[in-house]
């Protein structure tokens, strides 16, 4: 079994920044594929940013220039620096990590969120 555990949300004021994290931790192998998603409650769930093992970054449109993921692979972790916050990116923040298992297979695991508020 895999957990995924975020932390760093809370409430700032537009203009401020607040960096996210997420440490994966049970039985992985490897990690592929590690994004950040967020949702609205009465919207659709949408991606915010993703990282691949190779290196390669994806942003949505609504935080280019404004959001910058990484990752530690020696630690697990995928972060989310936001910079520049504005009361639209309030919303309740996900991971996902593609875990590879010593059984080598492969499942998307999510962690149970964390709420991010900007506001005045």
């Known amino acids: 079994q895999v957990q995924l555990v975020e932390s760093g949300g809370g409430l700032v004021q537009p203009g401020e920044s607040l960096r996210l994290a997420c440490v994966a931790s049970g039985d992985i192998v490897t990690i592929y594929n590690m994004e950040w998603h967020r949702q609205v409650p009465g919207k659709q769930r949408e991606m915010v940013a993703s990282t691949r093992p190779t290196g390669v970054l994806n942003y949505a449109d609504f935080v280019q220039g404004r959001f910058t993921i990484s990752r530690d692979n020696a630690k697990n972790t995928v972060y989310l620096q936001m910079d520049d916050l504005r009361p639209e990116d309030t919303a309740v923040y996900y991971c996902?990590?593609?875990?590879?298992?010593?059984?080598?297979?492969?499942?998307?695991?999510w962690g149970q969120g964390t709420q991010v508020t900007v506001s005045s």
């Open positions: 996902t990590a593609d875990v590879v298992d010593v059984s080598s297979r492969v499942n998307t695991y």
